[in-house]
């Protein structure tokens, strides 16, 4: 006579009342929802590509594409205009790079001492004051700028400045994006194991030896996207440049004197009064277009250094 496991029996039974449950509508309701989310994104993407290539092809029609890439002069405003993205490009990256400059040493060095030198109590105080700066609007930012870095201190540092200038939308810029840097990076460095650092502790490093070759290593895919993410918020900023660096598209590097960003004409020339279906309106959506695939050629670059250097840990 064979005698049947009473676990083997239980399991069964568990398994058959498994089959015999009533779907769990909620779940599939809730799938149902983030599908969609995805969906209404990835929609909104191809909408944003596609309402900035139409114009941008019909602009490309009646100025040739070399003209516009490689022209050293950007007048589309006036009569008999030109067209030369140049001089907003510059601008552009001569105002990032500062910012990046600024807001990457404050940024990593503050996730540094959030991570790995403060307390938890001194955590609990510090980060959320920090990122309470990520919530001031871009406007204050442009207009403290203006009227306090450059009138109040940049001024006496340097007397040619001008009253728009490159200089101090590129400071108050790297200031703003700095909770963002800091931020992500402190929560990357929080993930990785502490046994990774009671190793280090065991064969004698110190804090600083054991944030710099074993924290900041282990963390850098997660670091590298909070620097991808602050270039990227600083290279699309608006209002700042547009208050502070002011309207003036010139070629130069020179960070004193005025500069204007892709992102400033866009604002400026889209607030104006140009005539629908004109090719100084047009010439919005080019810019756009320009912005647009500079920043999805950096963010591809990113995602691929990203993925070199991540580390999964168990």
């Known amino acids: 006579m064979s005698t049947i496991n009473p676990d083997v029996t239980a ?20 799938r149902g929802l983030l599908l969609l989310a995805a969906v209404v994104s990835v929609l909104t993407t191809f909408g944003i590509v596609i309402s900035l290539l139409i114009p941008s092809i019909e602009f490309f029609t009646e100025i040739p594409m070399g003209d516009f890439l490689f022209g050293t002069t950007w007048t ?45 109590r001194v955590r609990k105080v510090l980060k959320p004051t920090l990122e309470v700066l990520a919530g001031i609007p871009t406007v204050v930012f442009g207009f ?11 001024v006496k540092i340097f007397p040619g400045i ?22 992500l990076s402190e929560d990357a460095m929080a993930a990785v194991p502490s046994g990774l650092r009671d190793g280090a502790y065991a064969l004698g490093s110190t804090k600083r030896q054991t944030a710099m070759k074993v924290v900041i290593p282990a963390a850098l895919s997660g670091i590298v996207a909070a620097f991808v993410l602050g270039i990227s918020r600083a290279i699309g900023e608006t209002m700042i440049v547009t208050i502070a660096a002011g309207l003036q598209p010139q070629l130069t590097l020179n960070p004193l004197q005025g500069m204007q960003t892709m992102t400033s004409y866009i604002a400026a020339a889209g607030s104006g009064d140009l005539a629908t279906g004109s090719i100084e309106y047009k010439s919005i959506f080019a810019v756009g277009l320009l912005l647009f695939i500079l920043t999805f050629v950096m963010n591809v670059f990113s995602i691929r250094l990203v993925r070199r250097f991540r580390q999964v840990y168990q």
Not at 82 to 105: D, H, K, N, Y
Not at 164 to 171: T, Y
Not at 175 to 183: C, G, K, L, N, R
């Open 11 to 30: 399991l069964t039974a568990a398994a058959n009342s498994l089959r015999q449950s009533k779907p769990h509508y909620g779940e599939r309701v809730i």
């Open 76 to 120: 589309p405003l006036f009569m008999n205009g030109e067209f030369g993205v140049l001089p907003l490009v510059s601008g552009t990256l001569v105002i990032t790079g500062i910012a990046i400059i600024v807001a990457i040493p404050l940024g990593l060095g503050s996730a540094i001492y959030l991570s790995e030198y403060a307390s938890l």
């Open 144 to 154: 403290f700028a203006l009227e306090f870095l450059t009138q109040l201190i940049l």
């Open 162 to 183: 001008e009253v728009f200038n490159a200089l101090s939308a590129g400071i108050i810029m790297g200031i703003m994006i700095i909770p963002t840097i800091a931020s």
